[in-house]
């Protein structure tokens, strides 16, 4: 009997031994599990980095650049405080049908605002330059609203300020809509206003401001010798004002100018009411495939 009840306990013993040892296996795994999904929502939340604060109108205004801490890009934007959308001549401004100076975006209403030092790598930007539209520019009637435009350059600052004519491109109807396009910009985009120290505006047919709508905001394509110079987001006053968030898809063209890079499928507008700052950015970024 004695003998009997010592192999019981013994059994019992290694049992309750195995399970400790699973249950301790068990929540190594949860640990490690939980940690992998830790360092994963870390990851994809990353890191923010800022430039330098500039000057603009009333207030300041800086890029930022999101990033995960592998480095692909989550963002890349620019802030202003609530400052900056203030104090401007509301009859000044870039004017892209030629009248008045034609450097007129060297003024006062032009802001260079640089990116955080080495972030850049992944992705093809260059530098933002910020333009006050006071009275808007053409196409009349469509863009002749208080704006600003913000552009995305993927040249140098030495190439944009060299740019002082670019090739034409014609229509068979004379009529830009039906210029063809290029492979720089996506197919539904017809040339718009050359500026100089820009380039060629290239503009979407299926924008709102083209199809019964009001512009708001919208997304232009920038050329120079038929290649991409910048990409553009502009929003009105109006739409800062409003506070609202926006996001909208980026029409993609046929070719990428470099290869290796993060380009954004999306541009998004929004206020953040803690910091009481408006942002523009670019995101959604994903790397192309190599051309063939």
Same mark, same amino acid.
Not at 114 to 137: K, L, T
């Given at each position: 009997?004695?003998? &009997?009840?010592?192999?019981? #306990?013994?059994? !019992?013993?290694?049992?309750?031994?195995?399970?400790?040892?699973?249950?301790?296996?068990?929540?190594?795994?949860? &640990?490690?599990?939980?940690?992998?999904? +830790?360092?994963? +929502?870390?990851?994809?939340?990353?890191?923010?980095?800022?430039?330098?604060?500039?000057? *603009?109108?009333?207030?300041? !205004?800086?890029?930022?650049?999101?990033? =995960?801490?592998?480095?692909?890009?989550?963002?890349?934007?620019?802030?202003?405080?609530?400052?900056?959308?203030?104090?401007?001549?509301?009859?000044?401004?870039?004017?892209?049908?030629?009248?008045?100076?034609?450097?007129?975006?060297?003024?006062?209403?032009?802001?260079?605002? @640089?990116?955080?030092?080495?972030?850049?790598?992944? *992705?093809?930007?260059?530098?933002?330059?910020?333009?006050?539209? !006071?009275?808007?520019?053409?196409?009349?009637?469509?863009?002749?609203?208080?704006? #600003?435009?913000?552009?995305?350059?993927?040249?140098?600052?030495? =190439?944009?300020?060299?740019?002082?004519?670019?090739? !034409?491109?014609?229509?068979?109807?004379?009529?830009?809509?039906?210029?063809?396009?290029? @492979?720089?910009?996506?197919?539904?985009? #017809?040339? %718009?206003?050359?500026? @100089?120290? +820009?380039?060629? /505006?290239?503009?979407?047919?299926?924008?709102?401001?083209?199809? %019964?709508?009001?512009?708001?905001? =919208?997304?232009?394509?920038?050329?120079?010798?038929?290649?991409?110079?910048?990409?553009?987001? +502009?929003? &009105?006053?109006?739409?800062?004002?409003?506070?609202?968030?926006?996001?909208?898809?980026?029409?993609? @063209?046929?070719?990428?100018?470099?290869?290796?890079?993060?380009?954004?499928?999306?541009?998004?507008?929004?206020?953040?009411?803690?910091?009481? =700052? /408006?942002?523009?950015? *670019?995101?959604?970024?994903?790397?192309?495939?190599?051309?063939?």
């Amino acid at each position: 009997m004695k003998q &009997t009840f010592l192999l019981l #306990f013994s059994a !019992a013993a290694l049992l309750t031994s195995c399970e400790k040892d699973a249950l301790v296996s068990e929540k190594k795994e949860l &640990t490690l599990d939980l940690e992998s999904s +830790m360092n994963s +929502m870390n990851n994809m939340q990353g890191n923010t980095y800022y430039g330098d604060y500039v000057e *603009m109108g009333e207030g300041l !205004a800086r890029t930022y650049v999101k990033a =995960t801490r592998d480095g692909r890009p989550i963002a890349v934007g620019v802030e202003f405080n609530h400052d900056a959308m203030m104090g401007y001549d509301m009859h000044s401004g870039h004017n892209m049908e030629g009248e008045g100076d034609e450097h007129e975006h060297e003024s006062g209403n032009t802001f260079l605002i @640089p990116f955080p030092r080495n972030m850049m790598v992944n *992705m093809p930007y260059s530098h933002v330059s910020v333009d006050w539209a !006071a009275v808007g520019h053409g196409p009349g009637g469509i863009y002749d609203i208080p704006h #600003f435009d913000v552009h995305f350059y993927i040249v140098s600052p030495d =190439t944009q300020n060299n740019i002082m004519m670019d090739i !034409a491109y014609p229509s068979p109807s004379g009529s830009p809509f039906d210029a063809s396009p290029i @492979p720089a910009v996506p197919q539904s985009y #017809f040339p %718009g206003p050359f500026v @100089p120290m +820009m380039g060629t /505006h290239w503009i979407s047919k299926k924008a709102p401001e083209f199809n %019964g709508s009001r512009f708001t905001h =919208t997304f232009i394509y920038g050329t120079h010798a038929n290649k991409l110079v910048f990409f553009e987001p +502009m929003v &009105t006053v109006e739409t800062f004002m409003s506070m609202k968030e926006i996001k909208t898809p980026i029409e993609q @063209p046929l070719e990428y100018p470099t290869t290796g890079k993060y380009y954004a499928k999306q541009y998004s507008i929004s206020y953040d009411r803690s910091k009481m =700052t /408006h942002n523009v950015q *670019m995101d959604n970024f994903f790397l192309p495939e190599k051309r063939k």
